[in-house]
């Protein structure tokens, strides 16, 4: 078994979609459209098997959740860059561009090279060597 896909709700599809293409090398399906519903969505691939689905629909409320704490349910999501080098690269590029950075790259005690960032929404991502 693997995991197909995760997926986010958005208040700015186009945005989100835009962010992961150009900090993460990722490539997008065309949208997709449900008109009775104003659903959209696309598909963002990273390579290989691993996909997002970021989706936008009116009603869908934000988030109450603080990015900056933890809290129960799906907290983060980790993207493998390959090499400490790329970790510390883009974390500093997202911190000039002014995303949030809430951890410095480490060694964390499992033995993870790593940062993390927040996405234009707040969604916590790990950048992992």
Known sequence: MKISHIAIWTMNLEGMRNFYIHYFDASSNDAYFNHSRDFQSYFIT????CSMELMQMP???????????????????????????????????????????????????????????????GNRIELIA
């Open 59 to 121: 009603g869908i409320p934000k988030s109450k959740n603080d990015p900056r704490k933890q809290f129960c349910g799906l907290t983060h999501f980790a993207i493998e860059l390959g090499s400490k080098q790329k970790v510390d690269e883009l974390t500093e590029q997202l911190r000039q561009d002014g995303f949030p950075i809430l951890g410095e790259p480490r060694t964390t005690g499992d033995g993870f090279y790593e940062s993390v960032v927040l996405d234009p929404e």
């Open 46 to 49: 990273f390579g290989g098997d």
